[in-house]
């Protein structure tokens, strides 16, 4: 059986925030919710998924509609893109765009985020 994970606490939360002497990024300072909300994803391990929801929204402007209504992205994990495509003709034509897909990726999300796509028929 698995073990759960635990939930964050108040205190994981004033620390993400900087409240409290021990904060680990006390400065004494407000912090903006920027900053605060990317430490958040991070000591929860939600920014993949974070990304995925965009990449997702993405999706149809990058490869167009018809090409969007016959694909979707499945997930991200560790920087590898992995989309399901209905047919294989339509896989062959997206796998020649694959690198200008990344590069378009990197263009929209500002990060290098997707450092591989693959298709899956």
Request: glycine share 4%; hydrophobic share 40%; net charge positive.
């Amino acid at each position: 059986m698995r073990a759960r994970k635990s939930l964050p606490t108040e205190n994981d939360y004033r620390q993400l925030c900087g409240v409290g002497p021990d904060a680990e990024w006390a400065s004494g300072e407000a912090q903006s919710a920027k900053s605060v909300l990317g430490r958040l994803l991070e000591k929860l391990k939600l920014e993949e998924r974070y990304r995925q929801a965009e990449i997702q929204a993405l999706w149809p402007q990058l490869v167009g509609e018809f090409n969007a209504r016959h694909s979707h992205p499945d997930s991200l994990r560790r920087g590898v893109l992995l989309v399901r495509v209905t047919h294989a003709p339509l896989r062959h034509h997206l796998e020649m765009m694959r690198t200008e897909l990344i590069r378009h990726f990197e263009q929209k999300l500002r990060s290098a985020t997707i450092r591989d796509i693959r298709f899956i028929a």
